[in-house]
């Protein structure tokens, strides 16, 4: 290596490399570059360039700034002017950082707080869209699709079921068209469709009654909207009665409803609303809404009795972002109260055991609350025919005047002998 000489010495003082003899006004004869410290430099400048130390800098970089966000500022650099006006950067203290950080947290929590509501109403009122997997034609059953409007321009998609069959108006066509037969509407819970009551469905035609089976808004094959747990679906069996009241063949004032879940809310909203529906069974009734939300927002914990309180305290904040979501006071939904402004029409209430379901003492203390024109049954075996059975009893329907098989070979023998 050759010696250090006068052109070394002025490129140090070109690159400022020179830094003078400690104790003299006379520069240096050696230069930084020959200093112990010379090849450490050189060592740091190439780990600074390297493609691999800058990724492993920015992971680590990354990290900590995942880890310590929530407690210290991620701008740790703040714009200043001096009084000439030449702007300067300043790193900031970490204790100024951590300050910011907790100051700017607690005025950002209500803005959080609110997404994160608007986020939870919007997915628990849009349910995942379940579509019918079977028809009443499993059941030998005829029916037409139907499209009904409610009183809010809801669309809503059903399936009518009439009071006779083709081989019964054939038979008899005087006497099955026109005498007037009593009718149900019948509404599914949330996340179903209007082909959970078939089987029950099946019951109520054998009995003689006309069957609208319908599709709830937001739910199966009626148009998308919100689901506001029968605040805004007692619209919807509204239009069902109303259609089935406009049918010929239909006795008006033998028009029943039945409802599951929260279908059982709307049913009975709408009875309290029309006085003239003849009676109400109200199928596993939906809980509480103030419940409910207890729910949505705690998690049982290890021993099963109970929810944290570190989110329960979020279902009364959900219970006002609901309402402004829906422009709507939730007390309106409140059995009791409903259940108590029906004074003539009889109610049944199917009790059922599940987290979607109101308790069993719940619904006896709904049912003494009302009076005794209400019934009480659990959800046991062939529990449709004691529907239909109460049904019966409630509109005083003894069946109609021909129909089933033995009255049709009665028929068809009485013609035979008029023949002859």
């Known amino acids: 290596m050759s010696s250090y000489d006068d052109m070394d010495k002025e490129i140090d003082r070109e690159m400022g490399w020179d830094r003078g003899e400690p104790g003299s006004g006379k520069k240096p004869s050696g230069s930084i570059r020959r200093r112990p410290d010379y090849w450490q430099t050189i060592l740091r400048t190439a780990g600074a360039t390297s493609p691999l130390g800058r990724a492993v800098r920015s992971t680590w970089r990354g990290i900590c700034k995942v880890v310590f966000f929530p407690i210290i500022s991620p701008l740790g650099y703040s714009k200043r002017f001096n009084v000439q006006g030449d702007m300067l950067v300043v790193k900031r203290s970490v204790i100024m950082r951590v300050v910011d950080a907790v100051f700017t947290r607690i005025l950002l929590t209500p803005v959080i707080l609110g997404i994160f509501m608007a986020a939870v109403v919007f997915a628990s009122t849009h349910p995942k869209n379940v579509r019918a997997t079977s028809t009443p034609d499993a059941f030998g059953l005829y029916y037409k699709r139907l499209s009904l409007t409610t009183v809010d321009n809801q669309r809503l998609t059903a399936w009518y079921v009439p009071p006779m069959s083709a081989d019964e108006v054939s038979f008899d066509i005087e006497g099955t068209l026109q005498q007037k037969y009593p009718a149900a509407v019948v509404v ?213 005047k021909a129909r089933g098989k033995e009255q049709i070979k009665a028929l068809l023998e009485n013609s035979v002998d008029k023949q002859k």
């Open 188 to 400: 599914h819970g949330l996340g179903a469709s209007h082909d959970e009551y078939l089987q029950l469905t099946s019951q109520l035609h054998t009995a003689g009654y006309a069957v609208l089976l319908l599709d709830m808004r937001g739910q199966g094959e009626s148009d998308s909207a919100a689901v506001t747990y029968g605040l805004r679906e007692r619209m919807d069996v509204l239009a069902g009665v109303k259609m089935l009241r406009e049918t010929s063949y239909v006795d008006g004032s033998r028009v029943c409803v039945i409802g599951h879940n929260i279908g059982a809310t709307a049913a009975l909203q709408a009875a309290a609303l029309d006085s003239s529906i003849a009676a109400v069974v109200a199928d596993g009734m939906w809980p509480k809404f103030e419940d409910r939300a207890r729910d949505i927002f705690g998690h049982p914990n290890s021993d099963g009795t109970g929810a944290p309180l570190a989110t329960q305290w979020l279902a009364p904040i959900y219970t006002v972002a609901f309402e402004i979501a829906v422009r709507d006071r939730l007390n309106q939904l409140d059995p009791f109260t409903v259940v108590q402004s029906i004074h003539t029409q009889p109610v049944l209430f199917i009790s059922r055991v599940g987290p979607d379901y109101a308790s069993v003492q719940d619904v006896l203390a709904l049912a003494s609350s009302a009076g005794s024109h209400h019934e009480v049954m659990a959800a046991e075996y062939n529990w449709e025919a004691k529907v239909v059975k109460f049904l019966n009893k409630s509109i005083d329907w003894k069946g109609p």
